[in-house]
């Protein structure tokens, strides 16, 4: 009755189990590769050493990471994968610093996700930027609901609760 119909909605973070907010709390060159870099992930209670060949990596970091087990997008295929244990040149990878591709965000998989600095650590990622999207198909007579207020201002009136 508002002329505010939701076309879709879709849920960020949905499949995102066993990936955390890390810190990344060290940083050692990869013994058998010049451009890997062994990284430790302290997730508050516990830490991972995993293998990373991202440009952006950096001591203090606050980044996406994904345990053992975690469902992630394949950087190759673009499809979704379990993610397994490796040994990545002799070093056994206990898990994986994100990229955004990884993550099913965007298609860039060039550099790694780093989150602000006070992303909690060892929080469930999908708590701290997971999100509902809704697309709304509004009819040409509401301009003013081509706004977040303005659709805020509709849902405010037919409920009756403030603004």
């Not at 992303?119 to 706004?147: E, H, W």
Request: proline share 7%; net charge negative; aromatic share 2%.
């Amino acid at each position: 009755m508002a002329g505010m119909e939701v076309s879709s909605m879709k849920r960020v973070g949905r499949g995102w189990q066993n990936i955390l907010v890390g810190e990344v709390t060290a940083l050692a060159p990869h013994p058998n590769a010049d451009r890997l870099k062994l990284a430790t992930i302290s997730l508050g209670q516990e830490s991972h050493t995993v293998v990373c060949g991202a440009p952006n990596i950096a001591v203090g970091q606050r980044v996406a990471f994904a345990k053992v087990g975690a469902e992630i997008m394949d950087g190759n295929t673009g499809q979704p994968a379990a993610l397994q244990a490796a040994k990545i040149r002799g070093v056994l990878s206990e898990g994986m610093v994100l990229s955004e591709k990884e993550l099913g965000l965007s298609d860039d998989h060039t550099r790694i996700l780093v989150l602000p600095p006070e992303a909690p650590v060892g929080t469930p990622l999908a708590d701290y930027l997971g999100d509902t999207i809704l697309d709304f198909k509004l009819t040409p007579n509401r301009p003013d609901c081509l706004s977040v207020v303005g659709i805020a201002r509709e849902v405010a009136a037919l409920t009756g609760q403030p603004l």
